[in-house]
């Protein structure tokens, strides 16, 4: 039996999870160990012991977990939207997948969650796993991303590394896996460090992220990580001026910018200007777009797709984004 408190505001609830037989308790022993303590976009989660049948809404939130080591301890995940990272592919395979996108809240709960994580608002929606104060009510405790709080006042003014960071060494607390979580983040500090040191100086350039779309194509503004990434390597975002994580742009307000650079993001779902490929394509043919300073100089960056949103890939985007402007510029 696990005791778990959940403070939703300045309201304490005691909860507990129910067992296979439907049976329940509402009482911490005394003596107990002391509870682990996080909070989640102002939610404070307190859990008793670590627990054993996580579910990760989606991939990035499950490759944090797998990176961490915890196959063992995962029941479910879904949402699966790249190919795994290599390194992860052997335990990714042991986790059940759930849904294609995200399961609803029979399926979730049919498999017994004592623990749920996700990265995106998203899966806490009604057509999804439902709120994650509805899912305390049943003595599952929800942790969810500070890139996208259900409270949008809550939600960091810009994404930073340093949030990553401590999401990465929050769950691996949950998990009584600090340790290791430690040095999961020390690496990708180390890695960081290497990748800032790598780029250009003295960089005078421009650059426009293009997410996916063609018609209405998806742009970084200043807010989220892309523009963190910009401003990491010494460059200018090219929407710098839109206070968005992302925007929905227009070809006429590109090319009145004119980025010098443009950052692919590479999706692999299949839609319209997902690829980075795909989105080549368009920006050559496009009669507007291919009148672009980057399109005519062939200046394009291309990044995994997954990795433009906080998780344990963003490292790597830096990585891409320096070396193609090394490449590019040095």
């Not at 129910?18 to 102002?42: L, N, W």
């Not at 999804?128 to 960091?156: F, H, K, M, W």
């Not at 490292?315 to 490449?327: D, F, K, N």
Request: charged content about 25%; glycine content about 8%.
């Amino acid at each position: 039996m696990k005791t778990i408190s959940i403070r939703w505001g300045v309201v304490a609830t005691v909860l507990t999870l129910a067992t296979a037989c439907g049976s329940s308790t509402a009482a911490t022993t005394a003596g107990a160990p002391p509870a682990t303590r996080v909070t989640s976009c102002g939610v404070t989660l307190e859990i008793s012991s670590p627990p054993r049948r996580a579910v990760a809404m989606e991939q990035n939130a499950a490759e944090i977990m797998l990176t961490l080591g915890l196959a063992d301890r995962m029941a479910g995940t879904a949402y699966q939207t790249d190919p795994v990272l290599p390194e992860l592919k052997e335990p990714y395979a042991q986790v059940p997948v759930l849904a294609e996108q995200y399961p609803g809240r029979e399926a979730l709960l049919a498999n017994k969650p004592d623990f749920v994580y996700s990265m995106r608002a998203s899966a806490f929606a009604p057509e999804a796993a439902g709120s994650r104060q509805d899912l305390a009510e049943l003595g599952v405790p929800a942790y969810l991303s500070s890139n996208d709080c259900e409270d949008q006042t809550l939600i960091p003014a810009t994404a930073e590394f340093e949030a990553i960071f401590k999401e990465i060494d929050d769950i691996a607390t949950v998990f009584g896996a600090r340790e290791r979580g430690q040095a999961v983040v020390a690496d990708l500090r180390r890695r960081l460090d290497e990748a800032k040191r790598s780029a250009p100086t003295n960089l005078d350039a421009d650059i426009m992220w293009y997410y996916s779309g063609t018609k209405t194509p998806a742009i970084a503004g200043d807010t989220g990580l892309p523009g963190t990434i910009t401003k990491l390597l010494g460059a200018r975002n090219a929407f710098a001026d839109v206070k968005q994580q992302w925007t929905e742009g227009n070809w006429e307000e590109i090319a009145a910018r004119d980025p010098d650079v443009i950052v692919l993001a590479d999706l692999t779902r299949g839609g319209d200007g997902d690829s980075a490929e795909a989105k080549k394509r368009f920006l050559r043919e496009d009669p507007v777009a291919s009148k672009l300073t980057a399109v005519q100089n062939d200046r394009f960056i291309v990044v995994p797709g997954s990795s433009v949103d906080p998780s344990v890939r963003s490292v790597t985007a830096v990585e891409h984004v320096g070396q193609g402007l090394a490449r590019l510029y040095g």
